[in-house]
């Protein structure tokens, strides 16, 4: 792997698979009754969030403590930030703190890969604007192949706001290189300029789509990017794009419901589509633990071959 993780695109096959085997095998320490390996012991993991967070940073903080590195999670409201203090002043600050790795939360896209520049270490993006967010689509991927068994040739179809979501972004970039065809569905406003340069398909029928899915991911209406009105109404958006009970009966049995969080239940997903068991919501959260694991043991210098042996206990 590389030394940072700024996009999905920079995983090739082999790393992503590497990524989701290793998630695998740190899964087992979660049923542990000490949930703790010793494998970054030394090191420090500084949490580095610009924006708002819950899932992300918890999650990230709670990967980092399992793997025993020390964490420093920095808030830009009530930090120097909000004196006026610069990304690139903050990073030298977190670099003569001796920092391993950052893992950075931003609301302009291409922070993170500006951030890499000034910091000896390595450098995870954990959303960057409406750019990208490549250890949600880890996460999602390690879902599906735990539900699915393999992600080579699913059809996996993902639905709504995909013009600010950077969810979207990493998703069809890793889901094609693990071998998944990915639809984007989505209001013709909402879909990017730029969207026939993704390697996926465009579909503006939901309906059409939905028997033919092995995944619908079902993305937020992100009202708080939008500066102009980009649907009529809400009621119109949820009653054509929106998930309920009569369009989760159109899919195959097999399939299953994705959100990354948080959801507008009601918008573009139904509660009892939410809640059903069909959702894989709550397991997306269990599974990004393991996941972000999995990238911090191996960005921050853990060994392969050692990681069976500290899992197992040998």
């Known amino acids: 792997m590389k030394r940072h993780l700024i996009s999905a695109a920079d995983l090739s096959k082999d790393d992503a698979l590497l990524v989701l085997d290793t998630a695998e095998e740190l899964a087992q320490v979660s049923d542990r009754s000490i949930k703790k390996l010793p494998t970054l012991r030394g090191r420090t993991v500084v949490n580095l969030f610009y924006e708002d ?4 940073r918890i999650s990230f903080e709670a990967a980092a403590k399992r793997l025993s590195a020390d964490v420093i999670n920095f808030s830009a409201k009530g930090s120097s930030v909000s004196k006026g203090e610069s990304l690139k002043d903050t990073a030298l600050t977190l670099e003569a703190m001796g920092a391993d790795g950052v893992v950075i939360r931003h609301p ?12 000896q270490g390595s450098v995870i993006n954990a959303g960057d604007g409406t750019h990208e967010h490549p250890t949600q689509a880890l996460l999602d991927a390690f879902t599906m192949r735990r539900r699915l068994g393999g992600l080579e040739g699913r059809k996996v179809t993902i639905v709504g706001d995909v013009l ?4 979207a972004r990493s998703n069809v970039l890793l889901l ?4 998944a065809d990915v639809t984007v569905v989505a209001p013709p406003t909402l879909v990017p300029v730029a969207v ?7 579909s503006y029928d939901l309906d059409a789509v939905l028997p033919k899915s092995d995944v619908v991911m079902m993305l937020r209406v992100q009202h708080e990017r939008m500066n102009a009105s980009y649907f009529p109404t809400v009621r119109e958006y949820s009653r054509r794009y929106g998930l309920d009970g009569d369009r989760m009966a159109q899919l195959p049995e097999h399939a299953i419901v994705m959100h990354p969080g948080p959801m507008n239940r009601g918008v573009e997903i139904a509660a009892e589509v939410a809640d059903s068991v069909r959702s894989t919501i709550v397991e997306q959260v269990a599974n ?3 996941a972000r694991m999995a990238v911090l043991y191996l960005l921050l210098g853990g060994s ?5 042996k500290e899992v197992s206990g040998k």
Do not use: K, N
């Open 108 to 119: 302009a896209s291409g922070a993170p890969h500006r951030l890499a520049g000034w910091v």
């Open 196 to 202: 026939d340069t993704w390697p996926c398909r465009v």
């Open 288 to 290: 990004g633990v393991s």
């Open 164 to 167: 600010h979501s950077r969810v």
């Open 304 to 308: 392969e071959p050692a990681i069976g």
């Open 176 to 179: 094609d290189t693990l071998g």
């Open 53 to 56: 967070s819950t899932r992300t």
